[in-house]
């Protein structure tokens, strides 16, 4: 919400530019807030679930040592603790104490088995989508409401932006105000002025991290992400020499929600096995399943935990694949991800962050700063930012309360006789081409905005 009250700024910041970026900060706060604490909350949820659970749910320790059981009787017991499943995928874990886990599919439902390999014997089934991250990033992705869910998460996000830097031009020392003044709060005044300092203050000091939040979520939706950003991004699968390829992307691995492939490579079709394509893999003779592909991973350098997709169909592929966003490394430039043929055992793609172009890089980096991955100062930083969120939108709420006139909106007006600056307009032309959703979202309440009559809007026809 606003940061910045009427009586104290209006005989001295009543300048056309001030006040029309006041009256957008309020619009916007708005719109975002509900959309902020929503994110925030869940963002704190999957803080939890990708730290001391993992995103397939509850981490199931095993006593370490003594005879293991090959991956195929492995494979065999998760299966069999959900009658007529078949396995899509192993986590491979890092450690010896830890269980096996397998994602299996039952009637289009997936679940997740973590297996003993002693024995072996199924420690815990449970449904992925009941798992705590699982539906804490479905609501962040898409509130629970499909396509049209993340249109709204697309239109808010880039709402977001415009509310970050209306608020730091508010936010900007004026009028006499000292730097020192709005970097430090001061915590002794009273009223709607307490919150006005705490919201002030550690909305700049929040205000990089916020963009970046923002912008490496846009990334993820349907139209400025998906359409734009990542269309023109996505690794060309043309680097792999000769190797066919099949109608499908590396998106179809994903289970369910959760974005479990590279950014840089959901759009990349997958190659397809049954041909003479590919480089030396497994050693000629080998037969290639879970146990032979899983030692190969281990031959090829995949030392700590690593995921091994299934192939799905007759010309599908082993798929060996460890990166920071699905929580297997803890460096992003540890992704990797390799196709094996299943009939020969031949490698047909290998493809590293190196190879990555620019934006998959600073996706793949952002992804990992963004879900906490990157170890327990990622994990603190990131709940203290999602704390940080949930009091500014608090604040703003607050804020507004207290200035808001009984019985009005309370938005901010703007100078008698207001014409839109150019400033204004170059700047809503801007955001419309880069966020078309958001431009359209702008559009809509400019028209709204404009057809009011003044004495709604314009200071000395209404009380502020």
């Known amino acids: 919400m606003t ?21 957008w900060h309020f619009y916007a706060g708005l719109i975002v807030i509900p959309f902020l604490m929503v994110l925030a909350t869940t963002g704190l949820i999957m803080v939890y679930g990708n730290s001391i659970e993992t995103f397939l749910g509850q981490k199931h320790y095993v006593t370490p040592g003594g005879e293991r059981a090959s991956l195929a009787a492995q494979a065999l017991a998760a299966q069999n603790a959900v009658p007529g499943s078949k396995v899509k995928m192993l986590v491979s874990p890092v450690d010896p104490d830890r269980a096996s886990v397998f994602v299996v599919d039952a009637n289009n ?63 900007w020392p004026r009028n006499g105000r000292s730097l020192s003044r709005v970097l430090f709060p001061n915590v002794r005044a009273g009223g709607r002025a307490f919150w ?15 963009l970046f939040f923002f912008i490496s979520g846009l990334s993820w939706t349907g139209i400025w992400g998906t359409k734009i950003v990542q269309a023109w ?82 010309d599908g592929v082993y798929t060996i694949s460890a990166d920071s966003m699905d929580g297997d490394t803890h460096s992003p430039t540890g992704d990797r991800t390799v196709h094996i043929d299943r009939y020969t055992g031949k490698i047909l793609a290998d493809v590293r962050f190196a190879d990555y172009g620019l934006a998959g890089k600073a996706m793949a980096v952002g992804i990992a ?50 014409q839109v600056p ?12 880069v966020f078309p959703l958001t431009g359209l979202s702008i559009i809509a309440f400019s028209v709204i905005d404009f057809l009011l009559p003044k004495r709604f809007k314009e200071v000395g026809f209404h009380a502020a």
């Open 3 to 23: 940061s910045i009250s009427m009586p104290s700024q209006d005989g001295l910041s009543s300048t056309r530019l001030y006040r029309a970026i006041w009256r």
């Open 109 to 171: 439902q997936n679940v997740v088995v973590s297996v003993d390999p002693h024995g072996p014997a199924v420690v815990d089934t449970i449904v992925k989508d009941q798992t705590w991250f699982y539906w804490a990033d479905h609501i962040h992705g898409t509130l629970l409401l499909g396509d049209f869910g993340d249109r709204l998460q697309e239109i808010a996000a880039g709402l977001g932006i415009v509310l970050v830097l209306s608020g730091l031009y508010l936010w």
């Open 196 to 210: 006005k300092e705490l919201h002030v203050s550690l909305g700049f000091y929040i205000s990089v991290v916020l």
């Open 233 to 314: 991004s996505a690794f060309p699968a043309a680097k792999w020499d000769n190797v066919p390829l099949s109608d499908k992307t590396h998106a179809s691995m994903n289970h369910g929600a959760l974005k479990e492939v590279p950014w840089a490579l959901e759009q990349t079709p997958l190659p397809v096995s049954g041909s003479n394509a590919g480089v030396t893999g497994l050693p000629m003779g080998t037969p290639v399943n879970l146990d032979t592909v899983a030692a190969f991973a281990r031959s090829i350098g995949f030392n700590d935990q690593f995921r091994i997709n299934v192939p799905a169909a007759e």
């Open 369 to 418: 700063l963004h879900q906490a991955n990157l170890g327990l100062w990622n994990t603190a930083l990131n709940t203290l930012f999602c704390l940080a969120v949930i009091f500014m939108g608090m604040s703003g709420i607050i804020m507004w309360w207290k200035r808001r006139p009984a019985g009005t909106l309370g938005a901010p007006l703007y100078p008698k006789n207001y």
């Open 422 to 433: 150019v400033t204004i307009m170059v700047i809503a032309i801007c955001v419309c081409i």
